[in-house]
């Protein structure tokens, strides 16, 4: 469905919108709600660039009332399913109503907004949680923790890893904490692909001529893994989605670079370097990524001007860094296309192909 603005067929405080277009946007200021007269309303969240239908409001209702929930900008879009007339009512106007309100009208109407607000935070739940993108952005957090505390209470630590058996590690992700085994199992391709895990084949015992199967998997990252679980969530934007692509590899070309500076510097666990030591560097460009950088955990203080910077940062932090960008990258590149690309170790599982070379 193609979303466009409102016409500009509105008297007063009175808008006509179209079928198919948005009368307000996730993310724009909540600078006003609006009472539905008419029509057909869908409320809707964008997650990973795709609309999910939260609720459908129809005529009577109040819509767009995010500013007397306290929030500052929109939950959600809303698109009209036919054509609707609403009733624009200014945020200063609304509360102004609200406060002036007899004191037993005014409690009665802040606990139904409670009780509303309650309501829908879970209806949202349910409905993001039926969404079919492989692994969404709400969901890391929960699966990076499940696996660093499943690996550290039931692995075994040899030659620098942490080792589990698959089939018992996988089993007990599943009933223990509800986690996916399919959301799993390419989570550990992807961990493999990066680097982070290996993955040892063995043969298959009931049918030792069919193809390997997947008997243990060997973490190499778990300091990584578990302060990734705990900033995965401050890595989401307002709208529940990682970075882009694009914004990711200009923090991880900056972490790459910190790594190196890092290494020649050898001083810890405080690093300060002159910036004219950084390839590139970009004082303007910085700023503008800023945001992005500071939910990936590239804290980094800067001081000095005009070519003469100073960067300081923790010795550990581009390490970090780079796990973040290079995990999250994989992880969009998974939900658009719907799967992870088999690391080598899986390609080979088949006897003939390992037999071919």
Request: aromatic share 6%; hydrophobic share 45%.
């Amino acid at each position: 469905m193609t979303m466009n603005s409102p016409k500009a067929s509105s008297t007063a405080n009175t808008i006509t919108i179209a079928r198919g277009q948005a009368l307000y946007s996730e993310g724009e200021p909540a600078d006003c709600a609006f009472f539905l007269e008419t029509g057909l309303i869908q409320v809707c969240v964008n997650r990973g660039g795709k609309l999910i239908e939260i609720y459908r409001a129809a005529a009577p209702q109040c819509i767009g009332d995010e500013l007397m929930h306290g929030l500052a900008t929109r939950a959600g879009t809303a698109i009209a399913l036919n054509e609707a007339m609403v009733i624009a009512i200014p945020a200063q106007q609304a509360v102004t109503l609200f406060k002036a309100a007899p004191p037993l009208l005014g409690a009665l109407g802040a606990a139904m907004l409670r009780k509303e607000n309650a309501i829908r935070a879970e209806l949202t739940r349910l409905k993001l949680d039926a969404d079919d993108t492989p692994c969404p952005a709400r969901a890391v957090s929960k699966l990076f923790a499940v696996i660093h505390r499943m690996a550290a209470h039931g692995g075994a630590l040899k030659n620098g890893a942490t080792t589990v058996t698959w089939a018992t590690f996988k089993k007990f992700c599943q009933r223990v904490f509800n986690e996916s085994p399919v959301r799993l199992e390419q989570t550990m391709q992807l961990l493999s692909r990066l680097g982070y895990a290996r993955l040892e084949m063995i043969a298959c015992e009931t049918d030792p001529d069919g193809p390997d199967e997947l008997g243990y998997v060997h973490f190499e990252a778990m300091d990584r893994m578990h302060a990734f679980s705990v900033t995965a969530r401050s890595i989401e934007d307002d709208r529940g989605c990682f970075p882009s692509d694009e914004s990711l590899d200009r923090a991880l070309a900056l972490a790459e670079a910190l790594k190196a500076a890092a290494a020649k510097s050898g001083a810890t666990p405080q690093i300060r370097i002159p910036a004219s030591e950084l390839a590139g560097f970009d004082p303007a460009g910085m700023a503008e990524d800023q945001g992005v950088f500071e939910r990936l955990g590239l804290d980094i203080q800067i001081e000095g001007a005009g070519g003469k910077e100073t960067l300081s940062f923790a010795a550990g932090l581009p390490e970090q860094v780079i796990f973040n960008c290079r995990v999250v990258r994989e992880i969009n590149e998974w939900n658009r296309k719907g799967f992870v690309v088999e690391p080598p170790e899986l390609e080979m599982k088949d006897p003939k192909k390992r037999a071919a070379r």
